[in-house]
């Protein structure tokens, strides 16, 4: 993102930031033999940037703001939680993503992304995958699980999210940083790659770069920019990710053990300047993303709908547009995007997607909150 780019998004911001979240939007969902409308309502009102959501056992939420706040929203209130470890806001850093161990209720495992500068070498921040438990209202038992390095001062491309497997693996993504050249395409260096390790933060033997000398053993795929969104496909078991592209670009990848995705040799896109950094859209030995968007909408958080609450839904991919603001319904056949559709056009910037495990679609926006969608009739 260039300076005059950087102005306009402020201001942007600045803008939405003084305005009052509509409380409910009627949307009509066209696509399909059984059109069918539902309501956007605003239920967690007065977020600023709500990065992550997870929904707790008795169906309140833990909510993660990048400023840096962890908040328990249960029957309306919301609670601020204590004792959350020292984050780093820097750039597009902060509090990022939030996920419950798949045995939450035997374990009280949390598990969370957010930049962090646990060395105090005043160089900056990087991603950090932590976790910890809910006692009252105060975080404990925090462990460290992975800290990417080095710190750098770049304030972009930290990814960063976190989904588990069917085998438990618990995987999360890192940004480039910012330093497209030198990480990416590095097995020896942090960012731009997607991670696997256990949940306890130990690196399974089996990755495909563990045996590998001076390679970052947790790596699971590499070539990546910046994955902002990702998820555990529920009948594959594949993880499928999209990720920012440059100007153009934006991609939709599913990730192979030790493959490379081409960043930034291959890319459908172009610097923000308009200039060419590659001539090379696909490259022998790297993998072709299944969908890809040109030109790009800045897509953040992602569900798959395995829910019988929306009529011609379930099977299909929901993304967030930061820069469009809308929610994209992408509809799959054969692990391609075969059609698309634009809901809730001009709501704001959508920052994360998740379906709640009553089977509802929660969609957090930018300086409005969380929206719940609920099929009318």
Not at 144 to 154: D, G, I, R, S
Not at 231 to 253: A, K, M, Y
């Amino acid at each position: 993102m260039n300076y005059f780019q950087t102005l306009c998004l402020a201001f942007f911001l600045f803008l939405n930031c003084n305005q009052e979240a509509p409380k409910l939007v009627n949307v009509t969902s066209n696509t399909g033999d059984k059109p069918f409308q539902f309501k956007a309502e605003l239920v967690v009102d007065k977020l600023d940037q709500a990065w992550g959501m997870a929904f707790l056992p008795d169906g309140s939420m833990l909510i993660s703001e990048k400023k840096g706040d962890l908040i328990h929203f249960k029957n309306g209130v919301k609670t601020l939680i204590s004792n959350v470890p020292e984050i780093i806001v820097q750039g597009q850093g902060g509090f990022m993503d939030i996920q419950l161990d798949p045995d939450y209720k035997n374990t009280g495992w949390i598990y969370f992304s957010y930049a962090s500068n646990i060395e105090k070498d005043n160089k900056g921040a990087n991603t950090t995958i932590a976790r910890a438990k809910l006692t009252g209202n105060s975080l404990t038992n925090l462990e460290v699980l992975y800290k990417a390095t080095p710190n750098t001062k770049k304030g972009q491309h930290f990814g960063s999210r976190i989904v588990f497997d069917k085998e438990g693996f618990l995987y999360f993504s890192v940004g480039d940083r910012g330093k497209r050249d030198e990480n990416p395409q590095s097995l020896q260096k942090d960012g731009g790659k997607i991670y696997r390790i256990h949940k306890d933060g130990s690196i399974p033997t089996s990755n495909p770069f563990y045996n590998t000398p001076n390679a970052k053993k947790a790596t699971y795929s590499y070539g990546h920019r910046n994955p902002q969104g990702m998820i555990l496909h529920p009948e594959t078991g594949e993880i499928w990710l999209h990720e920012h592209g440059p100007q153009g670009g934006d991609e939709i990848n599913i990730v192979k053990p030790g493959k490379n995705y081409g960043w930034p040799k291959a890319s459908y896109g172009i610097n923000y300047n308009g200039t060419t950094f590659t001539e090379n859209k696909t490259l022998p030995g790297m993998e072709n993303p299944i969908h890809y968007w040109v030109p790009s909408i800045a897509p953040s958080g992602m569900a798959y709908v395995t829910s019988n609450k929306y009529p011609n839904w379930k099977g299909n991919i929901l993304v967030g547009s930061l820069k469009f603001q809308y929610l994209d319904r992408c509809v799959i056949s054969d692990n391609k995007v075969v059609e698309e559709e634009k809901l809730m056009e001009d709501i704001g910037r959508i920052r994360t997607v998740v379906q709640a495990p009553d089977g509802y679609i929660y969609v957090s926006v930018e300086f409005k909150g969380i929206y719940r969608l609920t099929p009318i009739n």
